[in-house]
C-alpha cells in the first residue's frame, strides 16, 4: 500500500509541476567555457550571475522558489556544447538554458533548443543567426556582431583616416560571422576589405594570420578572436613593427586581454555590447557594482553580462507567475522590456535582438576606457 501511495505520489508531483520547476526550486543549466584559452568568458559570466542569484535566493527567490544553476563546462568547443545541452535537458530536466558562451558553440545546440522547445537566455555572442529571422526560443541582450563591426569600421574611418581595413579572425563560425560584419560595413562605404588573417580555434597558432596581413599592409585591423590568440597576435605583430591600429569586438574578454597584452595594448581599441561595468549614472549597472564588490569580486564586462543577463531573465520568471513552464515563461518573456540608462531591451515575439547601441573603448593605462571618437 505504502509503495503504491508512493508511486501515486510521484506521478501526481511529475505531472503538477514543469520540467525544471518544483513547489521549492528552479533549475536552469548552464554549459559554458571554463577551462581551456576562453575560460575567463565562461567564469566571469558564470560570476556575475551568481552574485546575482545569491542575493535574490537570500530573499526568498522568484515566486517562493530558489533558483538553482546546474553547470557543466564545453571547454568552448561545440561537440562538448551538444553533449552537455543534451544532458541538461533529458537527464537534469531544466527548464531555461541561460549564461552560455559563444557563436559555434550556440549554433551547435539550435536543434536541441528548437526540438525541446527550451528558451535559451543571453548567449554571449553578436551572431546573426540567433536574431535573424527571430527565432521564439532565443532571448538575446547584447548588441550584434554586426552593430559591433559597423560601429568600428566608420569609426576607424570617420576618427583615424583608415582607408583599408582588414580582419584578424578565429577560424569558424564566430570568426565568419564578424567577417561578415565588417565586408558588410566596407560595403555600405564602397570599400573592400583589406586583407584577412585566421587562426584555429583554441589554439595560439597566429603567425600565419600575421604573415597575410603584414603582406596586405592595412591602416587599421579588426580582430574576432579570444583573448589569448589576439593579443599572441598584437604583441607579435608590433615585435616586427608592423603597427596598424587595432580594434577587438567584445567578445574577445576585456581584462583578460588587457593582461595578456600588458603594455603593448595601449592604443587599442575594443567595441563593447554592453556599457561600462564601471558605470556610476546607469541604475542597474550601479546595483551590479554594488553587488560584485560586496561579493568580493572585481568589476567586469563579463561578469556585467551574466549579472544583467540573470536580472532580466528573473524579472520574466516572476512576471510567468507560480504556474510556471517553458510556454508561460516564453509568454512572458515575449512581453518584457528592460531599461539599460537611456537604452532599452525590448522582447516582444516579433524582436528578440536586445540592445542596438555599441560602446567603443580605448586602452590607456591597461584599462578600458570609454571613449566618443577613437581619436579622443
Known sequence: MQK???VICSFWLSTTFAQGVSDTEIKLG????QSGPAAALGLGVLEGA???????NAKGGVNGRKVKLVVYDDAYEPKKTRENTKKLIEQDKVLALVGYVGTPTSKAILPLIGKNKVPYIAPLTGAEFLRNPVNPNVFNIRASYFDETEALVNAMISDLGAKKIGVFVQDDGYGDAGKSGVVRALRKKGLKLAGEGRYTRNTLDVDAGLEALMKAKPDAIIMVGAYKPCAAFIKKAKAKSFSPHFANISFV???N?????????EGSFISQAIPSPESNEIAVIK????????????????SLEGYLGMKFFTQALQAAGKDLSRDSLRKALNSQKF????ESISWSAKNHSGLKKVFLTKIKGSKAVPVNKLND
Not at 531599461?339 to 537611456?342: D, E, L, M, N, R
Request: net charge negative; no cysteine; glycine share 10%.
Open 4 to 6: 503504491l501511495l508512493f
Open 30 to 33: 548552464v554549459s559554458n567555457a
Open 50 to 56: 551568481n552574485v546575482f542569484l545569491d542575493e535574490l
Open 253 to 255: 574578454g576585456t581584462k
Open 257 to 265: 586581454l588587457i593582461e595578456e597584452l600588458g603594455e603593448a595594448g
Open 287 to 302: 546595483e551590479y557594482h554594488e553587488a560584485i564588490k560586496k561579493a568580493g569580486k572585481e568589476p567586469t564586462y563579463n
Open 339 to 342: 531599461k539599460v540608462g537611456s
